[in-house]
Nanobody
Framework: VQLVESGGGSVQAGGTLRLSCTASGDTDNRNCIGWFRQAPGKQREAVAALHRTGTMFIIDSVKDRFTISQDNTRNTVYLQMNGLKPEDTAKYYC???????????????WGQGTQVTVS
């Protein structure tokens, strides 16, 4: 499974971005896609995850501002980020796994990441 993230950029506080994670290759193995982020000097943290059946996980600190959704016909999972704050600045990664789905980091496949900067 290959994963490509897109949609990152630089925005002002309060702005919005929509990240996309598109899977290709053996997409039968991408049953769950998770979004993670890592800020400079900090550990990577899970943000949200979505199983192709619709089961969803999202961390409390963003659940009122971020939404995860998917288009299974496009093998794409989106992370809609509203009300962005400077503390959301990080490199955002998506990851996929055929079996695991949740907010742990036990994902088999990872993308290269897309930078989000909020000023």
């Amino acid at each position: 499974v290959q994963l490509v993230e897109s949609g990152g950029g630089s925005v002002q506080a309060g702005g919005t971005l929509r990240l996309s994670c598109t899977a290709s290759g053996d997409t039968d193995n991408r049953n769950c896609i998770g979004w993670f982020r890592q800020a400079p000097g900090k550990q990577r943290e899970a943000v949200a995850a979505l199983h192709r059946t619709g089961t969803m996980f999202i961390i409390d600190s963003v659940k009122d501002r971020f939404t995860i959704s998917q288009d299974n016909t496009r093998n794409t999972v989106y992370l809609q980020m509203n009300g962005l704050k400077p503390e959301d600045t990080a490199k955002y990664y998506c990851a996929a796994d055929p079996r695991y789905c949740g907010l742990g980091s036990t994902y088999a496949y990872w993308g290269q990441g897309t930078q989000v900067t909020v000023s």
